[in-house]
């Protein structure tokens, strides 16, 4: 009977060294798997923690409020929130003719005229005595406030703001006949504004 090269002994250790490192390497190749895994969790994690950037408007608060200024609200903002910020308004303001409901469009005008006065055609605040009722003439689109237009016929402060919006993109209107392309003016509103407006 031939004698084996090693020993029961030696052959008892090399079995438990095989299965240590068997149970080490199912540990190292377990691990590995894992981690992409929980890398992927981590970065779906952050995106969907990332902040979305609101959007600002920036309105410029005129006529009977207390501290007149350019003022910066988030879009969705109304112009009660553009008074609130400008301090709100005087004892001699005519809320009446101001929208407070209605929302802010960037780059436009808040007036908030004082009792028995009308806002000037000039776009900004006006001073007592000055200003320039309807008998004075037709609105001109290209520098008439959000007051002159909310008061025509048939407009009302939405579409105000948006002819407002439309002389801020396209600039000074060259005819009467581009209120047609302002949402909420058709041609019927049109043909009742004609004699009411000039460019």
């Known amino acids: 009977m031939s004698q084996l090269p090693f020993t029961r002994r030696q052959a008892l250790a090399g079995a438990l060294?095989?299965?240590?490192?068997?149970?080490?390497?199912?540990?190292?190749?377990?691990?590995?798997?894992?981690?992409?895994?929980?890398?992927?969790?981590?970065?779906?994690?952050?995106?969907?923690?990332?902040?979305v950037e609101p959007t600002e408007v920036v309105v410029h608060v005129v006529g009977a409020v207390r501290s007149p200024g350019l003022y910066l609200l988030v879009?969705?903002?109304r112009v009660a929130d553009a008074l609130a910020l400008a301090g709100g308004a005087e004892?001699?303001?005519?809320?009446?003719?101001?929208?407070?409901?209605?929302?802010?469009?960037?780059?436009?005008?808040?007036?908030?005229?004082r009792r028995g006065e009308t806002a000037a055609?000039?776009?900004?605040?006006?001073?007592?005595?000055?200003?320039?009722?309807?008998?004075?003439?037709?609105?001109?689109?290209?520098?008439?406030?959000?007051?002159?237009?909310?008061a025509l016929p048939g407009v009302g402060p939405v579409t105000a703001q948006r002819i407002l919006q439309y002389r801020e993109t396209h600039g000074p209107f060259r005819t009467v006949e581009e209120l047609d392309a302002v949402p909420g003016i058709g041609p019927a509103r049109l043909e009742q504004l004609r004699e009411l407006v000039v460019p």
């Open 91 to 113: 004892g001699k303001a005519d809320l009446a003719g101001v929208n407070l409901a209605a929302p802010l469009v960037d780059g436009t005008q808040v007036l908030v005229p």
């Open 17 to 51: 060294a095989l299965a240590a490192v068997l149970v080490v390497a199912g540990r190292f190749i377990a691990h590995s798997e894992a981690r992409p895994q929980e890398a992927v969790v981590e970065t779906v994690v952050t995106e969907a923690a990332a902040p």
């Open 121 to 150: 055609a000039g776009g900004g605040a006006s001073s007592p005595g000055t200003g320039s009722g309807s008998s004075a003439g037709p609105v001109r689109l290209s520098t008439a406030t959000l007051a002159e237009l909310d």
């Open 75 to 77: 879009e969705g903002s």
